[in-house]
């Protein structure tokens, strides 16, 4: 908010005066080469200088993990215990002043992916599918089409801009969400 202060009919100053109590911010963290207790460090110092930034007030803490990382395979599979020591980390981090809002995977694993979408078999027939279809805008349309029902019934606070089913857009970043999800489960290899 600015405060105006007018002397006559002229403006003589303006001060900018900040009224929020809570701050939100989204942090970027890359786990390029990164084993566990460096994670917990780099996300450390990233809400350290959050908080600092937010100048006392509360901050709400998005954490973004990027990169390609060997840790991608625990990441996805041991999701819920990674969220729970971050959450801590951030607390430690900002003692009383920082919350995790969410931790959101952008993370994967140098493979040999010419390999794996060369195997003739269920998992490169997946791959190849899964690599084709946020470009196919014939396909894409038809799953939309096809994820009808599931979005009529989902709560409608669920179907947010982050879960539009009619976005083809949106359905190609899920597309490559699944890819990263399903392939450590099914091969052992991170894709």
Not at 13 to 24: A, I, P, Q, S, T
Not at 140 to 169: C, M
Not at 172 to 185: C, D, S, T
Request: charged residues 30%; without cysteine.
């Amino acid at each position: 908010m600015s405060l105006v202060a007018i002397e006559g009919s002229k403006v003589a100053g303006v001060e900018h005066r900040d009224l929020d109590v809570v701050r939100w911010t989204q942090i970027y963290v890359d786990v390029v080469d990164a084993d566990e207790d460096e994670l917990h460090s780099r996300v450390r110092v990233a809400v350290e200088a959050a908080a600092e930034e937010a100048d006392e007030r509360l901050v709400a803490i998005r954490i973004v993990l990027s990169g390609e990382t060997a840790l991608h395979r625990t990441l996805v599979v041991e999701r819920e215990r990674l969220v729970n020591e971050l959450r801590a980390a951030v607390s430690d981090a900002a003692p009383g002043q920082a919350w995790l809002e969410r931790v959101k995977l952008e993370t994967s694993v140098p493979a040999d992916v010419t390999r794996l979408i060369a195997r003739d078999d269920a998992i490169g027939g997946l791959l190849r599918t899964l690599r084709a279809l946020p470009v196919d805008q014939a396909a894409l349309t038809a799953l939309s089409d096809e994820l009808a029902d599931l979005k009529r019934k989902l709560p409608a606070d669920v179907t947010d801009e982050d879960l539009n089913l009619d976005d083809p857009a949106v359905i190609a970043g899920l597309v490559g969400e699944v890819e990263h999800l399903l392939l450590p489960r099914l091969t052992g290899v991170e894709s």
